[in-house]
């Protein structure tokens, strides 16, 4: 009966020491992975800067005129446009 109760105990301690290498594994990959998407983070937020916004926009051509559209409330339906067929 001691004999069955020790290799229980002992296939516990097993069990729990094969537990623990698993999650110290999942752990290393986990800080892995934050490590990767902070640095992802400041990849975005330098891809993001207003500079560089300016930069990768000199190429583009500034409109000679900008139409402001009218702000409508959005809790009251509107009718359906009318289009009308371009002319060729």
């Known amino acids: 009966m001691v004999i069955v ?12 020491a094969s537990g623990q290498v698993r999650m110290a594994r999942l ?12 640095q992802q983070e400041v990849d ?3 891809r ?4 560089r916004m300016l930069g990768a926009a000199s190429g ?5 005129h ?3 559209v009218p702000s409508v ?3 009251t339906p ?6 009308t067929p371009a002319s060729q």
């Open 60 to 64: 583009l051509i500034r409109p000679t």
């Open 78 to 83: 509107l009718p359906t446009p009318t289009v």
């Open 27 to 38: 752990d290393q990959q986990l800080l892995i992975a934050q490590a990767e998407h902070r």
């Open 48 to 51: 993001e800067t207003p500079a």
């Open 66 to 68: 900008v139409t402001q």
């Open 73 to 75: 409330s959005l809790h």
């Open 44 to 46: 975005l937020s330098q």
């Open 5 to 16: 109760a020790l290799l229980i105990v002992v296939a516990g301690q097993a069990m729990l």
